[in-house]
C-alpha cells in the first residue's frame, strides 16, 4: 500500500485510489512523480481513476476487478456508481488452487485470565443467561433480569442477561430447528456460569423437546422453568436463580492458555477505508492469535462473493474446499430460490461511505481472515470444533451473524465499522472504527480506532495493540462499550413459513 497526504493506492496495479479527505474539482493529488488533477467533487473513502478507463474494462481495486467500468472514465473522475457495474451472477463452478502461504504455528505461554468450568471449557465472562425457549415470555425473561441484578448486585458475577426474540412457537422444519440450535448453543456457552432456560408450557420448542436438543449439561449450571406450571414465576425465577449465582461464586479466574481464545470477525456499517485499515488489522489480528493456536471465525457468506475464491484456495484439504464450495453456492441458492439477485449488496450506508460493487465490498470483508489456511467450514448454528480460521455459514445482517459467532463459540466478537452501530451480542463485541472521524463522534460506541493506520502508527505496531487490548478484554479488565451500555442482543436466522 501506498500513501499520500491524501489518497491512497492499495495495489499497484490498481485502476483507482483511494481519497482520504474530501476534494473538491480542480483540486490534485500526488503520487510519487506524478500530479492527478481531480475533474469533479470526489468525497472522503472514494475511488478517483489513476489512469483512462475504457467502457467494459475492468476495474482494479486490491489488485483484482471490483466490477467494469460502464462507460468511459477519465482520469482524475469520480468512480462510483453511476460509472461501474458490477461482474457478478449466479453459481460458479471452482477449481481447488492450493496457496502456498500458510501461518506457521509458534510456541507460546500467553494466556488470559478467564473461568474453567466443570466440562473443561473456558469462559471470559461469570455471567447468569436467561434463555426463553420462546418469544411469548420475552418480558418476564426482562424482569428476573432485572430483579436478579438487582438482588444480586453484590455477588461475585458479571451480570444476568436475557435476549429476547420472537421465536420458538409457529415455526417448523428448519426455521424451528435453527432456533433451538442457535438456543442449545449459547446454553452451552461458557461465558454463562448458570442458565435459566425459561419457557412458556405450550411452545413448539417446549422444554422437553429443548432439553433434548441441548443433551448433556451440568444440572447445577442449568436450571428450568415453565412458566405454566408454576404459581409465581417471578418467584419460582428468582429461586432458581439464586442457585446459579451461588454455583456461578465457585469459579474464580485463573490463567488460561491463548489457544483456549475463541474470536469472532464481523463487519458491519462499512465503508471506503473498512478494506484498508479495520478489517487487514482484524486480518492480521487472525493470524497472530492462531500462529498461536487459537481460533477465529468468520460468517457473512453472501460478502464473501466475489473474493470467495481467496478463501477456497486457503482451504486446509480439499474437503475443506469442497465445504467451501457448497458454503457459496448453498447461498446464492438461497437467493435464487426467493427470485433475488446475489449481488443486491451493499447498502445504501455503504454505498454513502464509498463502496460501489459486492465484489469490491466482498475483497475488503474477507481480509479480515488474514492469510491463515482455513481448518473447517460449519453449518449455520454449529459449534466450533477444530483451532485455527473457520467459516460459519451465516448472513451478512449484523444482528443475526453477530449471534451465529457468538453460538458457534466465539467468546469475543471483533466488529468493524466505518459509520457505526451501538449493536452488541451476547458477548463482548469490540467495535474497531476504520476512521478516526468516526472514533472521535462516537467514542460511546468505538472501542477500538484502526483509523490510526492512515495516521503515522505502523501496522504491526496497531496489530499488536489490538492484540494487548483482546487480552485484557478476555482477562475482564476491560469491559467493551456494549456493555457498559447494556447492549446484548440476539436475533435467529428465518426462511420459511410462520404458522
Given at each position: 500500500?501506498?500513501k499520500?497526504?491524501s489518497?491512497?493506492?492499495i495495489?499497484?496495479?490498481?485502476?483507482?485510489?483511494?481519497?482520504?479527505?474530501?476534494?473538491?474539482?480542480?483540486?490534485?493529488?500526488?503520487?510519487?512523480?506524478?500530479?492527478?488533477?481531480?475533474?469533479?467533487?470526489?468525497?472522503?473513502?472514494?475511488k478517483?481513476?489513476?489512469?483512462?478507463?475504457?467502457?467494459?474494462?475492468?476495474?482494479?481495486?486490491?489488485?483484482?476487478?471490483?466490477?467494469?467500468?460502464?462507460?468511459?472514465?477519465?482520469?482524475?473522475?469520480?468512480v462510483?456508481?453511476?460509472?461501474?457495474?458490477?461482474?457478478?451472477?449466479?453459481?460458479?463452478?471452482?477449481?481447488?488452487?492450493?496457496?502456498?502461504?500458510?501461518?506457521?504455528?509458534q510456541?507460546?505461554?500467553?494466556?488470559f485470565?478467564?473461568?474453567?468450568?466443570?466440562?473443561?471449557?473456558?469462559?471470559?465472562?461469570?455471567?447468569?443467561?436467561?434463555i426463553?425457549?420462546?418469544?411469548?415470555?420475552?418480558?418476564?425473561?426482562?424482569?428476573?433480569?432485572?430483579?436478579?441484578?438487582?438482588?444480586?448486585?453484590?455477588?461475585?458475577?458479571?451480570?444476568?442477561?436475557?435476549f429476547?426474540?420472537?421465536?420458538?412457537?409457529?415455526?417448523?422444519?428448519?426455521?424451528?430447528?435453527?432456533?433451538?440450535?442457535?438456543?442449545?448453543?449459547?446454553v452451552?456457552?461458557?461465558n454463562?456460569?448458570?442458565?435459566?432456560?425459561?419457557?412458556?408450557?405450550?411452545?413448539?420448542n417446549?422444554?422437553?423437546?429443548f432439553?433434548?436438543?441441548?443433551?448433556?449439561f451440568?444440572?447445577d449450571?442449568?436450571k428450568f422453568?415453565?412458566?405454566?406450571?408454576?404459581?409465581d414465576?417471578?418467584e419460582t425465577?428468582?429461586?432458581?436463580i439464586?442457585?446459579?449465582?451461588e454455583?456461578?461464586?465457585?469459579?474464580k479466574?485463573?490463567?488460561?492458555?491463548?489457544?483456549?481464545?475463541?474470536?469472532?470477525?464481523?463487519?458491519?456499517?462499512?465503508d471506503?477505508?473498512?478494506?484498508?485499515t479495520?478489517?487487514?488489522?482484524v486480518?492480521?489480528?487472525?493470524?497472530?492469535?492462531?500462529?498461536y493456536?487459537?481460533?477465529?471465525?468468520?460468517?457473512e457468506?453472501?460478502?464473501?462473493?466475489?473474493?470467495?475464491?481467496?478463501?477456497?484456495?486457503?482451504?486446509q484439504?480439499?474437503?475443506?474446499?469442497?465445504?467451501?464450495?457448497?458454503?457459496?453456492?448453498?447461498?446464492k441458492?438461497?437467493?435464487?430460490?426467493?427470485?433475488?439477485?446475489?449481488y443486491?449488496?451493499?447498502?445504501?450506508g455503504?454505498?454513502?461511505?464509498?463502496?460501489?460493487?459486492?465484489?469490491?465490498?466482498?475483497?475488503g470483508?474477507?481480509?479480515?481472515?488474514?492469510?491463515?489456511?482455513?481448518?473447517?467450514?460449519?453449518?449455520?448454528?454449529?459449534?466450533?470444533v477444530?483451532?485455527?480460521?473457520?467459516?460459519?455459514?451465516?448472513?451478512?445482517?449484523d444482528?443475526?451473524?453477530?449471534?451465529?459467532?457468538?453460538a458457534?463459540?466465539?467468546?469475543i466478537?471483533?466488529?468493524?465499522?466505518?459509520?457505526?452501530?451501538?449493536?452488541?451480542?451476547?458477548?463482548?463485541?469490540?467495535k474497531?472504527?476504520?476512521?478516526?472521524?468516526?472514533?472521535?463522534?462516537?467514542?460511546?460506541?468505538?472501542?477500538?480506532n484502526?483509523g490510526?493506520?492512515?495516521?503515522d502508527?505502523?501496522f504491526?505496531?496497531?496489530?499488536?495493540d489490538?492484540?494487548?487490548?483482546?487480552?485484557?478484554?478476555?482477562?475482564?479488565?476491560?469491559?467493551?462499550?456494549?456493555e457498559?451500555?447494556g447492549?446484548?442482543?440476539?436475533?435467529?436466522?428465518?426462511?420459511?413459513?410462520?404458522?
Open positions: 500500500m501506498k499520500s497526504d489518497a491512497i493506492v495495489h499497484p496495479e490498481d485502476s483507482v485510489c483511494i481519497t482520504t479527505r474530501s476534494f473538491t474539482k480542480g483540486e490534485t493529488v500526488a503520487f510519487e512523480d506524478k500530479i492527478m488533477t481531480l475533474q469533479e467533487d470526489i468525497p472522503s473513502g472514494h478517483v481513476a489513476r489512469r483512462h478507463l475504457s467502457a467494459g474494462e475492468h476495474v482494479l481495486k486490491f489488485g483484482y476487478s471490483i466490477g467494469r467500468a460502464s462507460s468511459d472514465i477519465q482520469e482524475g473522475q469520480w462510483h456508481t453511476h460509472n461501474l457495474r458490477t461482474n457478478l451472477e449466479g453459481k460458479l463452478n471452482y477449481s481447488y488452487k492450493p496457496a502456498k502461504e500458510e501461518i506457521k504455528r510456541p507460546s505461554d500467553l494466556t485470565q478467564g473461568y474453567i468450568r466443570s466440562n473443561g471449557e473456558a469462559g471470559i465472562r461469570n455471567e447468569i443467561w436467561i426463553n425457549t420462546v418469544g411469548c415470555i420475552n418480558k418476564t425473561a426482562e424482569i428476573l433480569a432485572r430483579m436478579g441484578n438487582e438482588r444480586f448486585k453484590d455477588s461475585a458475577i458479571d451480570g444476568i442477561f436475557h429476547a426474540h420472537p421465536f420458538g412457537c409457529s415455526q417448523l422444519g428448519d426455521d424451528l430447528s435453527n432456533t433451538q440450535k442457535i438456543l442449545s448453543n449459547l452451552h456457552h461458557p454463562a456460569a448458570g442458565v435459566l432456560v425459561l419457557g412458556l408450557g405450550c411452545e413448539n417446549s422444554v422437553n423437546q432439553m433434548k436438543v441441548i443433551d448433556e451440568d444440572q449450571r442449568v422453568l415453565i412458566s405454566q406450571e408454576v404459581e414465576e417471578l425465577g428468582m429461586d432458581l439464586k442457585a446459579l449465582v454455583y456461578a461464586e465457585s469459579f479466574r485463573q490463567p488460561v492458555p491463548i489457544s483456549a481464545l475463541k474470536i469472532g470477525m464481523k463487519c458491519g456499517g462499512s471506503g477505508f473498512s478494506g484498508i479495520a478489517n487487514p488489522l486480518g492480521s489480528f487472525s493470524d497472530l492469535l492462531v500462529s493456536g487459537g481460533t477465529t471465525i468468520m460468517t457468506v453472501p460478502e464473501m462473493f466475489g473474493a470467495e475464491t481467496i478463501l477456497m484456495n486457503r482451504a484439504d480439499e474437503a475443506v474446499f469442497n465445504k467451501t464450495v457448497a458454503l457459496i453456492n448453498d447461498f441458492n438461497y437467493y435464487i430460490s426467493h427470485n433475488q439477485v446475489v443486491e449488496n451493499p447498502s445504501p455503504n454505498k454513502q461511505g464509498g463502496i460501489t460493487t459486492l465484489e469490491e465490498k466482498s475483497l470483508c474477507v481480509q479480515k481472515g488474514g492469510h491463515a489456511y482455513v481448518a473447517d467450514v460449519l453449518p449455520y448454528g454449529s459449534r466450533v477444530k483451532n485455527g480460521l473457520n467459516l460459519v455459514q451465516g448472513p451478512g445482517n444482528l443475526v451473524s453477530v449471534t451465529a459467532l457468538a458457534s463459540g466465539a467468546h466478537v471483533l466488529f468493524t465499522t466505518g459509520r457505526g452501530t451501538p449493536f452488541g451480542g451476547p458477548v463482548p463485541t469490540v474497531i472504527s476504520t476512521n478516526s472521524l468516526l472514533c472521535q463522534k462516537k467514542s460511546n460506541w468505538i472501542d477500538f484502526a490510526q493506520l492512515l495516521e502508527v505502523g504491526r505496531e496497531l496489530t499488536d489490538l492484540f494487548h487490548y483482546v487480552l485484557q478484554v478476555a482477562s475482564g479488565e476491560i469491559a467493551t462499550r456494549n457498559q451500555n447492549f446484548k442482543e440476539i436475533a435467529i436466522f428465518k426462511d420459511g413459513v410462520t404458522l
